[in-house]
């Protein structure tokens, strides 16, 4: 079965520092993976997405993510993060029968 | 239109009612999920709607009954509801296809007493 691992449920970091948050893939086929964003009682919204193609994907609000199949990873970075950017952060693959699976989720934490 | 609509954004139950909550797309998605997130969790899957059937139950308690009347829209019907099944609840809908997005609605918050 597909899934996904998100490394660190909590990521601090000052406003204007990198942010990077970590994911990792188990998948025995090419993996459709995303990032979606949820901020407080919100539901879920799409940052980006990987298919096929060109390994590095921007999404939106500055993010980007690069696909390594020889690390099985799908990090999400911003080179400098927002008080707008404080929010969980979901990594999810999706399988078969249009089943989405998420990671366990990653609340970044901005200070000023 | 990119939305995916729920309603009511709240709701507050008794163990002996029945509700339903409503989730409504005009995107022409022909998949539709649910899924419930408990506090600091992530989402989890329970039903998904291929062209208006169900594909999948993730082995959901029949007091859950899901029902997609057409393409646009799907409903849960809730019934004999325990304090454990408070949560929010998260309907989403996508294109068909392995690699296609889900949009998610901004969900109903259900409050078991």
């Known amino acids: 079965a597909q899934s996904v691992t998100q490394l660190g449920s909590h990521v601090s970091v000052s406003e204007g520092a990198l942010v990077l948050l970590r994911c990792n893939y188990s998948s025995s086929v090419p993996p459709y993976l995303f990032w979606y964003v949820q901020y407080p009682n919100q539901g879920l919204q799409l940052l980006l997405k990987?298919?096929?193609?060109?390994?590095l994907v921007k999404g939106i609000n500055g993010f980007e993510a690069e696909f390594k199949k020889s690390e099985t990873s799908f990090h999400l970075t911003k080179p400098s993060a927002h008080m707008s950017d404080a929010a969980e952060y979901f990594c999810a693959v999706k399988s078969s029968f249009q089943k989405l699976v998420f990671g366990t989720g990653t609340r970044l934490l901005v200070s000023p | 239109d990119t939305e995916v609509t729920q309603t009511p954004k709240h709701l507050v139950m008794g163990m002996t009612n029945k509700k339903s909550l409503k989730c409504e797309q005009h995107m022409g998605h022909r998949a539709m999920y649910w899924y419930k997130q408990k506090a600091k969790k992530p989402p989890e899957l329970m039903f998904v709607?291929?062209?208006?059937?169900?594909?999948i139950n993730e082995s959901v308690p029949s007091r859950f009954s899901p029902e997609c009347p057409n393409s646009s829209l799907l409903n849960l019907h809730l019934h004999a509801l325990q304090p454990e099944d408070s949560a929010l609840y998260l309907c989403?809908?996508?294109?068909?296809?392995?690699?296609?997005?889900?949009?998610f609605g901004q969900g109903t918050r259900l409050t078991v007493v």
């Open positions: 990987y298919t096929t193609g060109a390994t």
């Open positions: 709607y291929s062209y208006e059937k169900l594909s």
């Open positions: 989403a809908s996508s294109l068909r296809g392995e690699g296609t997005e889900a949009f």
